[in-house]
């Protein structure tokens, strides 16, 4: 029993550091496809990646010690995340019992709070816009996600991401339950805002858009490619919460060796994403820098109205 978990942890951590980029990859190829483009190659990611690995990091003089050990810290801080949410295995494995719903959300806000001060303390003016715009819209983006987990805690009982995966992969009406479809449409948004994706879109180096690309904009080489590993990491660890709690939580296995079935199924459900990401990308304008608070806003509102809906009403 032991080493079955052990085996499953190992699995998990694996999963998630190794095919991170790869969704990314496969998002860009298809929406690139879409929009008639002939678009990178889905392991762009990975070139990108082994490129920047191989490149001497430059440090700007006036930054301190902290935005050189920020990136390592970011990476740890999602590796962790990666051993207590249900992103790969439906079953509780080791480091599950360190935290639950709510420990993940500080862990994703921690994450968030240490790229500000990396950003913060490269001393760039650009890294310092983006920590302003940053700090602007996360107040609405973290709220949320701490709302949504703890009205989910309410539904199933529990803290707990497995118990909850269980009690929503068996309660078919719990999915279609008004609660259930706001606590779904706030996540998805989140989702979006945290991602970089249109309506939203903060990647890029365009000037007036730029929030995440701002933060890491004095990062190169190695600090760079590890920065963006974790946040194709960040990526898939809120797309998998998204999938195995909210939208489509069957399907995994974990008895025996049948976790290894869990590779192709999940593989199923990030097509299934990309596709919904896509179509979503491809027919929405990009809203405004200061339009943005109100897509947040009406996330938080979602989230709220879940959080009665599932203590009040029902």
């Known amino acids: 029993m032991l080493l079955h978990t052990l085996m499953e942890t190992i699995s998990q951590f694996f999963f998630v550091v190794l095919t991170a980029p790869l969704f990314a990859g496969i998002l860009a ?8 483009r002939k678009g990178p190659s889905i392991f762009q990611p990975y070139f990108d990646i082994f490129k920047l690995l191989r490149k001497e990091s430059v440090i700007p003089g006036n930054a301190g010690g902290f935005f050189r050990f920020a990136p390592y810290m970011l ?16 079953e509780p494995i080791f480091f599950t019992a360190s935290a639950d719903f709510l420990g993940g959300a500080i862990l994703f806000s921690l994450a968030a709070f240490v790229k500000v001060l990396s950003a913060m303390d490269s001393g760039n003016s650009f890294a310092v816009m983006g920590v302003s715009r ?3 819209f996360n107040f609405l983006s973290e709220g949320t996600l701490i709302t949504v987990f703890f009205a989910v805690s309410l539904i199933t009982g529990t803290n707990n991401p497995y118990v909850t995966n269980h009690f929503l992969a068996s309660n078919a009406i719990a999915n279609i339950s ?11 948004m989140l989702f979006l805002y945290e991602t970089g994706k249109i309506p939203v879109e903060s990647s890029g ?18 600090l760079l490619a590890i920065s963006k590993w974790s946040s194709y990491m960040k990526q898939y660890l809120l797309g998998s919460v ?16 049948t976790f290894l079935l ?7 459900k990030w097509l299934l994403l990309i596709l919904v990401v896509v179509i979503v990308e491809t027919t929405l304008a990009k809203l405004r820098l200061f339009r943005i608070i109100d897509y947040l806003a009406a996330a938080f509102t979602f989230s709220i109205l879940f959080l009665i809906f599932s203590e009040v009403i029902f």
């Open 205 to 222: 180096l365009m000037e007036l858009g730029m929030i995440e690309e701002g933060l890491t904009f004095e990062y190169s080489g190695k």
């Open 262 to 268: 869990d590779i192709p199924i999940m593989f199923a």
């Open 134 to 136: 940053t700090m602007s």
């Open 75 to 90: 990476f740890g801080i999602y590796a962790l995340i990666a051993l207590i949410i249900p992103v790969f295995i439906p």
């Open 242 to 257: 998204l999938l195995n709690v909210f939208l489509v939580p069957w399907g995994l296995y974990s008895s025996g060796y």
């Open 29 to 36: 190829n298809l929406k690139a496809k879409v929009e008639s």
């Open 178 to 188: 008004l609660d259930h479809v706001f606590s779904t449409l706030a996540f998805f």
